[in-house]
């Protein structure tokens, strides 16, 4: 039972957060398997190979030093941080070679890496709750670290992979070849610091006081990324809003539906209604297709007709057009 209950705890909440991350993403949603994708390499390929190379260097350093506190000071504030977030990000790096169409914002980059990152830190949470709660002090044990590790600290690996996904989407909107080459190390610099300030943290305080000192400075970073994260929803909305209108002029969707559009929750109520008049495939494909177009519009503005926009663009007003009197409310 303390197995299963672990693997309740290290998944669900994860999945949950997950699902909050993909609710942000409201005007272009991601692909759910390419999302998928990222949570399962997050789970088996970054969480198991971390878990070998870390526990490899720690030997290391042990065998080096003969000090189990160097040991835990460099596994946690040196070798963890560059082993994880490398193999986290590089889920994220994937997504961005092979799926660039599917890369198109900075909020694009925040929800891959924050999926993959939580698929690392289900894995993790399982290992924390059973080996050193259950199998240490029992039920309460286990109660104890299923608070600590999912609600005091649940946010932490999607908080610092957020900055490698950030650095990867800044790199794919760049317009010179410096940006693209030091905006993604820029961004997993700072994921690994973040990590490496963190761990270094824990292994100084001790106690309840080092205990609500590192939450206070975990929360305060988690809500500064929240901040960043409503607004570059709300820079989304201003791209689709100012994208559309061209094409309300050129009567390819009418004003009602430019209205619905630029609007998260009239979008959901739009969709709920097709669900009731057997229209949510057109509809839910329409209203996705809009915000496709705004990125592609500004990705032609930015980057010129790279990978074919020009095209692309033609290709959804296109679609739009015979998609618009379906998703007509």
């Given at each position: 039972m303390g197995m299963l209950a672990s693997l309740f705890f290290g998944f669900v909440p994860a999945l949950f957060f997950a699902y909050i991350l993909y609710w942000f993403d409201r005007y272009e949603k991601e692909p759910k398997i390419l999302l998928g994708g990222v949570f399962l390499w997050g789970a088996v390929v970054?969480?198991?190979s971390a878990f070998i190379i870390n526990t490899f260097l720690d030997i290391g350093v042990y065998l080096f030093t003969q000090s189990d506190w160097v040991t835990e000071l460099a596994g946690g504030s040196l070798i963890a941080p560059f082993v994880e977030e490398s193999l986290k990000g590089l889920a994220v790096f994937i997504v961005f070679l092979i799926f660039r169409k599917e890369?198109?914002?900075?909020?694009?980059?925040i929800i891959y890496a924050g999926v993959a990152a939580?698929?690392?830190?289900?894995i993790e949470n399982t290992y924390y709750i059973y080996n050193y709660g259950f199998k240490e002090t029992g039920w309460q044990g286990l109660w104890f670290l299923v608070f600590v590790?999912?609600?005091l600290v649940g946010w932490q690996h999607p908080f610092y992979?957020?900055?490698?996904?950030?650095g990867l989407a800044a790199s794919r909107l760049s317009r010179n070849l410096f940006g693209k080459l030091i905006f993604p190390l820029l961004g997993i610099g700072m994921a690994m610091f973040t990590h490496a300030f963190h761990n270094t943290?824990?292994?100084f305080l001790s106690g309840l006081e080092g205990l609500a000192i590192g939450t206070f400075v975990d929360w305060t970073g988690w809500f500064f990324m929240f901040l960043f994260i409503v607004w570059a929803t709300w820079r989304e909305q201003l791209y689709l809003k100012?994208?559309?209108?061209?094409?309300?002029?050129?009567g390819v969707i009418t004003p009602a539906l430019y209205r619905t559009a630029s609007s998260a929750w009239l979008q959901s109520f739009a969709r709920l209604a097709a669900i009731f008049t057997g229209r949510f495939r057109y509809t839910a494909r329409f209203y996705q297709l809009c915000g496709e177009l705004a990125h592609k519009k500004r990705q032609y503005v930015t980057l010129g007709d790279e990978g074919g926009n020009a095209a692309a663009i033609q290709s959804m007003r296109a679609e739009l057009a015979r998609l618009a009197p379906y998703a007509q409310v």
């Open positions: 970054a969480a198991g890369f198109d914002s900075i909020l694009d980059g939580l698929g690392f830190a289900a590790r999912v609600i992979t957020a900055f490698t996904g950030i943290m824990a292994t100012k994208s559309l209108i061209e094409e309300v002029k050129s």
